[in-house]
């Protein structure tokens, strides 16, 4: 299969072990609105998956049930064997495996870029000074910012930012990435340079569930394609499928609308 | 009757109107320090998840905001040593009095600070597996205080101010140190004049400050 010859370095990962989120008929209401309905699907280790669908379609709630940002009243979802939605899962623990980009960065204005990538690995992974500072300045080398380890958030550009959110996410450690529009709230120019530091970590292996507009990073980089519409999950194939021969309607007139331009 | 003003008793009296001034500041210190304190921890009880927990903080702030500082510093004062069942002092009383009562006005304070921090900070801080004690701490209060600076300093200012009302239960600040030497003297115009003076100068430097800080941290 082509999926399998593009991916050919991630293939003894995705062999090994079960999958690293299993979602099984989850589903969310506020009142009466409901705005996840029975949403079933799996990411393997080292796959990479993109979210996309009309805004308001759920997306962005759905991947923030994964590491229970967003509470559910339905269905599981285990991460790496851990249901999220137990009462006796330490939330905060298993949190800190998982990496989550946000749309806004949401970098800690009042502490300096490195600081930023310092804390959690200091206060969650009880790391030393020392230790957290290098994988710090390393990861920050890794998106190209290695220079802007003291200045803080607000002296950087939104793409700078964005890069800085993601090496702030991997200096856990993490064993996947929630990506939630990441580049939504960027200016265009910036958009491929926060893409790049993403395929560079999905070739690297990572595992990855992305919600994004970009289907040109979802043709190049995803394995496979989740269509969301109105809180359920539409479609859920690979991406030559998603791109080939959208079957649903709603898929066909998305695509045709985000494609044109 | 003396005629014509004679500020000479003003630089006389220069040793004993510092002490009282010491005091002012100790008390104004004391109660923006312990009422900031407990003012903080009050508003994490506020927007605490915990029902009966944000009641009894909003019972108690609504309550000390209900009353004159006057009648606080009074009822203290034969509240404490009741309580305590000993004699503390007017000034451990006063101080007692100060801080719960600034506390309710510090706590309106932090947690509209509190409010101002973007939800999604939370949210960032939970996903890197920060707990909510964590969350407070590190990421959450740093920015409420920075955003509320300003208006921390001012309710500073206005004890400054209201501490003057500890002449009640007999504790020598500077305006009643002040006006035991005019009253000696019969320098009242004098002693009083140099008094608001004294005032005026440290709360335009405070008012100084504060606009300086709301340039800095202006976002």
């Keep these: ?261 | 009757m003396e005629t014509g003003f004679d500020f000479e008793i003003v630089r006389e009296s220069i040793p004993f109107l510092a002490e009282g001034l010491v005091l002012t500041f100790q008390l104004t210190l004391l109660g923006v320090l312990g009422g900031l304190v407990l003012g903080t921890l009050l508003a994490l009880a506020r927007l605490a998840p915990f029902k009966p927990l944000s009641f009894a903080a909003a019972t108690y702030v609504n309550f000390f905001r209900s009353l004159p500082l006057i009648l606080v510093i009074f009822w203290f004062y034969f509240l404490v040593p009741l309580l305590l069942g000993r004699e503390v002092g007017a000034f451990f009383s006063v101080m007692v009095a100060f801080i719960l009562f600034e506390a309710a006005y510090y706590c309106e304070i932090m947690r509209a600070g509190i409010q101002s921090v973007k939800k999604g900070q939370l949210a960032a801080g939970s996903a890197l597996g920060l707990t909510y004690a964590q969350n407070m701490r590190y990421i959450v209060l740093p920015q409420a205080f920075r955003a509320m600076i300003p208006i921390l300093l001012n309710q500073g200012v206005i004890l400054f101010q209201d501490t003057s009302l500890v002449y009640v239960v007999g504790l020598g600040d500077f305006l009643v140190h002040a006006d035991i030497v005019a009253n000696r003297d019969n320098r009242l115009i004098e002693m009083y004049t140099t008094v608001a003076i004294v005032y005026f100068a440290f709360c335009l430097l405070g008012q100084f400050l504060i606009r300086n800080l709301q340039r800095k941290y202006a976002t």
Aim: with cysteine.
């Design chain 1, 1 to 261: 299969m082509n999926e399998a010859q593009t991916n050919n370095a991630r293939d003894d990962r995705l062999d090994s072990g079960g999958p690293m989120i299993q979602m099984d008929g989850v589903s969310k209401w506020y009142g009466d609105f409901q705005v996840l309905s029975d949403c079933t699907t799996d990411v393997s280790k080292g796959e990479v998956v993109v979210v996309c669908g009309p805004s308001g379609s759920g997306k962005s709630t759905l991947i923030k049930t994964v590491n229970g940002l967003e509470p559910f009243q339905k269905g599981t979802i285990k991460v790496n064997g851990i249901s999220v939605g137990d009462k006796s899962t330490k939330l905060p623990k298993l949190r800190a495996q998982i990496g989550m980009v946000f749309q806004n960065f949401e970098l800690f204005p009042h502490m300096t870029i490195i600081e930023n990538i310092r804390l959690a690995q200091l206060k969650v992974l009880n790391r030393g000074g020392d230790e957290a500072t290098t994988r710090g300045v390393d990861l920050l080398g890794r998106v190209g910012l290695a220079d802007q380890k003291d200045k803080f958030p607000a002296q950087l550009s939104g793409g700078q930012q964005q890069r800085v959110a993601i090496a702030r996410a991997l200096a856990m450690d993490p064993i996947a990435m929630l990506f939630d529009e990441p580049t939504s709230a960027l200016d265009p120019e910036m958009i491929n340079e926060v893409l790049d530091v993403m395929t560079e970590l999905a070739k690297d292996g990572m595992t990855m569930m992305v919600v994004t507009h970009e289907m040109g990073f979802a043709k190049r980089v995803a394995d496979r394609v989740i269509f969301m519409d109105r809180g359920a999950i539409q479609e859920d194939c690979s991406k030559d499928e998603f791109f080939g021969t959208p079957r649903g309607v709603r898929a066909n007139d998305f695509l045709s609308k985000i494609l044109t331009h």
